[in-house]
């Protein structure tokens, strides 16, 4: 079984919402932290938002207000919610496991998916 895997993205007019969908294996799920990052041409990943295997969130200021990660324990899945995108949310956006928060917070990343697009643009 793939450890992670991500889908939902897709073209959105600016102002629009996506739904990202992380499906985590079932071992990982249930003790692992998630993580949603996003990586645009010419620019390094970065953290957008995590999850603790309790349910506990963060969210980084960057998106704050805009994106929310949540999960289903009956789907081991998952989610970002992106309100009104802009054509600068445009990226690959990753879903990544690691041990706890802060693990993730501090870029020790366990394992990644193999990302989703989102093009936000008229």
């Known amino acids: 079984q793939v450890p992670l895997v991500e889908s939902g993205g897709g073209l959105v007019q600016p102002g629009g919402s996506l739904r990202l969908s992380c499906v985590v294996s079932?071992?990982?799920?249930?003790?692992?932290?998630i993580g949603w990052y996003r990586q645009a041409p010419g620019n390094e990943r970065e953290l957008l938002a995590r999850?603790?295997?309790?349910?506990?969130?963060s969210h980084e200021e960057s998106v704050l207000g805009r994106f929310s990660i949540s999960r289903d324990e009956t789907k081991n899945t998952v989610y970002l919610q992106m309100n009104n995108l802009e054509p600068e949310d445009t990226a690959v956006y990753y879903c990544?496991?690691?041990?706890?928060?802060?693990?993730?917070?501090?870029?020790?990343?366990?394992?990644w998916g193999q990302g989703t697009q989102v093009t936000v643009s008229s």
């Open positions: 990544a496991a690691g041990r706890s928060m802060w693990y993730l917070a501090t870029g020790q990343v366990d394992v």
């Open positions: 079932r071992s990982i799920f249930s003790s692992s932290a």
């Open positions: 999850i603790s295997a309790a349910g506990s969130t």
